[in-house]
C-alpha cells in the first residue's frame, strides 16, 4: 500500500535559522511528491512537487525539497525561516492511478518564534 | 481569477440529517476532487469527477455521493450523518486528471459539524 510518514507533529525554530520538515514514502514505481501548507482557517496551498529529475526541487516562499530515493525521503527545507511560515505542513503522494487522487501523511505544525 | 469556491463556510448538522456541499472549480478546470479533513490528520480522498463522471473513489461508505454538473461545479452529498463525519470538507480543482501530475487547487474548506 502507498503512504507517507511524517514522523514529527510539530518542529520549533527560531526565525533565521534553518528549517526542515521530515517526509518518507512507501510507493510502488517512481513517485509524485507533494509539499503543501495550511494557514489557519484556510485551503491547501501548493508549495512544491516532485515528479522527475534533479534531486532539489524548488518551490514557492523560498522553499526547497530534497528527494532521496535510496532513503524514500521528501523532506522539506528552508534557507532561513520567518515567522510567518508558521503553519501546517502535509507530504502527498500521487498514487498514479491515472485520477488526481493525492495521499497525505498526517502533517507536521511548525512553530518559527521570532 | 478566483480560486476554487466552497459553499456553505460552516455548517451545523443533527445525526440522521442529510447535507449537501458546493464547490465551484478555477475557471478553465473540468476536474474536481473532494476531501475529507478530520482534526488532527492529513486529508483523505473521497471523490473525483471530471466531464461529469466519478474518476476515483476513496474508501467512504455509500452514505457519500457526489456529482458534477456542465459548468464543472460540484456537489458532495452526505446521507445519515454520523458524529464521525464532523471535519472539515476540502474541495480541489485541476484541469484534467494527472495533466497536473496531481498538482491541485484547493478551496477553503466547509466545516461541517454533527451534534
Known amino acids: 500500500a502507498q503512504s507517507v510518514a511524517q514522523p514529527e507533529d510539530q518542529v520549533n525554530v527560531a526565525e533565521g535559522n534553518p528549517l526542515t520538515v521530515k517526509c518518507t514514502y512507501s510507493?510502488?514505481?517512481?513517485?509524485?511528491l507533494f509539499w503543501y501548507v495550511q494557514y489557519p482557517n484556510r485551503g491547501l496551498q501548493f508549495l512544491l512537487k516532485?515528479?522527475?529529475?534533479?534531486?532539489l526541487v524548488k518551490g514557492s516562499y523560498g522553499f526547497e525539497a530534497e528527494f532521496n530515493k535510496s532513503q524514500t525521503s521528501f523532506h522539506l527545507k528552508k534557507p532561513s525561516a520567518l515567522v510567518s511560515d508558521s503553519a501546517l505542513y502535509f507530504c502527498?503522494?500521487?498514487?498514479?492511478?491515472?485520477?488526481?487522487?493525492?495521499?497525505f501523511g498526517t502533517g507536521t505544525r511548525l512553530q518559527v518564534f521570532p | 481569477d478566483a480560486g476554487v469556491t466552497q459553499s456553505p463556510t460552516h455548517l451545523i448538522k443533527t445525526r440522521g440529517q442529510h447535507v449537501t456541499l458546493r464547490c465551484s472549480p478555477i475557471?478553465?478546470?473540468?476536474?474536481v476532487s473532494w476531501y475529507q479533513q478530520v482534526l488532527g490528520q492529513g486529508p483523505q480522498f473521497i471523490f473525483q469527477y471530471y466531464e461529469k463522471e466519478e474518476r476515483g473513489r476513496g474508501n467512504f461508505p455509500d452514505r457519500f455521493s457526489a456529482r458534477q454538473f456542465p459548468n464543472y461545479s460540484s456537489e458532495l452529498n452526505v446521507n445519515a450523518l454520523l458524529l464521525g463525519d464532523s471535519a472539515l470538507y476540502l474541495c480541489?480543482?485541476?484541469?484534467?486528471?494527472?495533466?497536473?501530475?496531481?498538482?491541485?487547487?484547493f478551496g477553503p474548506g466547509t466545516r461541517l459539524t454533527v451534534t
Open positions: 510507493v510502488s514505481g517512481n513517485p509524485y
Open positions: 475557471s478553465g478546470h473540468k476536474s
Open positions: 480541489a480543482s485541476s484541469l484534467a486528471p494527472g495533466q497536473g501530475h496531481g498538482e491541485q487547487y
Open positions: 502527498a503522494v500521487s498514487p498514479l492511478t491515472g485520477t488526481d487522487k493525492l495521499i
Open positions: 516532485y515528479i522527475t529529475g534533479d534531486n
